[in-house]
């Protein structure tokens, strides 16, 4: 069939289509002439059909970032989600010609207007302060984006309701991104939110359990497993290392006396530390603790339980 054969054709079975001329229900979409042709008969059903795709084409993806001229995606990450314009503060047209001293006066004044219309309410203001701030503390803990933007969302969310009035936005930041970072399974304790912070541990902690109560968020429970990943980096242990202290923590799991009322990262310290020795891998008690951010009576502690419930025979 000649019309099917042609470049591209896309092979489609829409819900609601039915060839008038046999009863088809499978249509081919030729985009390059804009065609929609019955599979079965060949009947040319419709012409003509606007392509809503680029005029352009990009073979790489760095090639398509450079033709495309859509603006980037909104980023809960900024105070204005990047939607706003910015006036260039170099002083020459699109020709790279240098503006008039008169220009110049005009340009000046429209800048220093279009900077104050960005940020002119309370909200913006408090937004653009908290985003500085957010920023600042995502890139010393070296979190991911989608913590980040979802830190950004959970704290835009207080602000926009006014469910948060009259708080330091430091520690409002710091209890979001430990919110951010417990929905998203890669937890960081307050102490490591405190230490580049601004504020305590205590402060920040605070403003945690408001941030939960006025959102009204249901927190996973923290998994050591969670921890063993970050901590197995730290230490420069191999993966079958890692490996083996999943396998121990899941035995625990099973033994809830175990679990409950422990710290996680105690409860991955040592599973870290007993599988390094398993393995042949041994790291001192005192560098787990450092990575960890535990005392080494804490990982001893939690070692000691584990040997014993556990049954596990160490080696000498």
């Excluded at 003509?48 to 398509?64: L, M, N, V, Y």
């Excluded at 503060?89 to 008169?102: E, L, M, P, V």
């Excluded at 035995?251 to 996680?264: H, I, S």
Aim: aromatic fraction near 4%; charged fraction near 30%; charge should be positive.
């Amino acid at each position: 069939m000649s019309r099917t054969d042609r470049k591209n054709p896309e092979r489609s079975k829409p819900t609601q289509f039915t060839c008038p001329e046999c009863g088809g229900t499978e249509v081919v979409q030729d985009l390059e002439k804009g065609e929609r042709i019955c599979a079965t008969c060949g009947l040319v059903v419709s012409d003509h059909r606007i392509d809503t795709g680029p005029e352009w084409r990009a073979f790489t993806s760095d090639e398509k970032d450079a033709r495309s001229r859509a603006g980037a995606p909104t980023n809960y990450s900024i105070h204005d989600k990047g939607l706003s314009t910015m006036i260039d503060w170099r002083d020459h047209d699109s020709q790279g010609k240098r503006f008039t001293a008169k220009k110049r006066s005009e340009i000046y004044r429209l800048r220093k207007w279009q900077i104050r219309t960005r940020v002119h309410s309370s909200v913006d203001r408090n937004l653009a302060q908290a985003m500085s701030e957010l920023d600042r503390l995502s890139s010393q803990l070296g979190l991911t984006k989608s913590i980040k933007e979802l830190a950004a969302l959970l704290y835009r969310k207080l602000i926009v309701r006014r469910l948060a009035r009259s708080r330091s936005i430091d520690a409002m930041v710091g209890a979001a991104i430990y919110a951010a970072c417990r929905l998203r399974k890669a937890p960081r304790s307050l102490e490591e939110i405190a230490r580049h912070s601004r504020v305590s541990r205590k402060k920040i902690g605070q403003h945690y359990r408001l941030l939960v109560e006025k959102l009204k968020l249901r927190m996973p429970i923290s998994d050591p497993a969670n921890y063993v990943p970050r901590f197995i980096t730290q230490l420069n242990l191999p993966g079958k290392v890692q490996q083996k202290v999943l396998e121990i923590l899941e035995m625990a799991k099973q033994n809830r006396t175990l679990v409950t009322g422990r710290d996680p990262r105690g409860l991955a310290a040592a599973a870290i530390y007993i599988a390094s020795i398993l393995m042949d891998h041994r790291v001192t008690q005192r560098d787990i603790a450092m990575a960890a951010g535990v005392t080494e009576v804490t990982v001893r502690n939690r070692y000691k339980e584990l040997v014993q419930k556990l049954n596990i025979t160490m080696a000498p």
